[in-house]
């Protein structure tokens, strides 16, 4: 790759998920770890876990999130609007809500809007930001369209293409198609399928701030090598 960059740069693109439902209270607990080892952007964590993740990553640069409405967005509006509000509560900074996938599929544009307009509505007046997943797998070029428009007329903060769990995840011809019709002010998120750095580096150059990542420590440390930093993992493992 002939792009240049930071160490900073890449890390600061990671959203480290720990989001798989047979992650133990131990898991948990190491991958917050991991986070702040690597600095990264934030922890996405399951929501039930969110409040002693905020506890752990406070005083440091690494934010807070959790998932509204994951992995089928097929809740009631009140539903997602509750878990915000106790997401919130829980010191969530940012929040990855999935849309109601079968609204979209159907063509209720009023109703895919209303929710999310709530939804971004709760979450910014609180001081917080939202990712909204589209669920990529399902949808067709129109309607994936048709969501960036909507996300940019609502202030959503991010589009996000995938919750990780559909057959298939990010893609470059989705990132190019959401960075092409999304307004300069709504940022991309990649998740489910961003395995290696080079990866990372290409979704990077189509405009990709963010990735859902599971993989962050060895991307990561793979990162260091290519800057010729030292590694973090073996300084750690020899504290």
């Known amino acids: 790759m002939t ?8 890390a600061k693109m990671i959203d480290h998920s720990l989001l798989n439902p ?41 934010r807070a999130s959790a998932t509204i409405g994951f992995p089928h967005g097929g809740h009631a509006t009140t539903i997602k609007l509750a878990e915000v509000r106790q997401a919130l509560a829980d010191g969530g900074q940012e929040l990855d809500v999935v849309i109601n996938i079968s609204k979209a599929r159907s063509g209720d544009w009023q109703y895919v809007r209303d929710e999310l307009s709530e939804l971004t509505q709760a979450i910014h007046a609180d001081g917080a930001k939202i990712k909204v997943i589209f669920e990529n797998a399902y949808l067709d070029d129109a ?19 995938s919750t990780g769990y559909a057959p298939t995840g990010a893609t470059i011809p989705d990132l190019e198609l959401m960075r092409k019709h ?23 150059a189509i405009g990709v701030t963010r990735v859902g990542l599971t993989r962050t420590e060895s991307i990561l440390e793979e990162c260091r090598r290519r800057l010729h930093l030292e590694p973090l993992a073996h300084a750690f493992a020899s504290q």
Do not use: F
């Open 182 to 204: 999304s307004p300069p002010h709504v940022q991309i998120k990649a998740a489910g399928g961003v395995r290696d750095l080079d990866t990372l580096l290409t979704i990077r």
């Open 3 to 10: 792009d240049s960059y930071q160490y900073e740069d890449i």
């Open 143 to 161: 309607v994936k369209v048709r969501l960036c428009a909507i996300c940019g007329e609502i202030g959503a903060d991010w589009v996000k293409t």
């Open 22 to 62: 047979i992650l133990t209270t131990r898991e948990l607990e190491e991958g917050c770890t991991i986070a702040l080892r690597y600095n990264v952007a934030s922890v996405c964590i399951m929501p039930y876990y969110l409040a002693r993740c905020a506890e752990r990553l406070a005083g440091s640069t690494v």
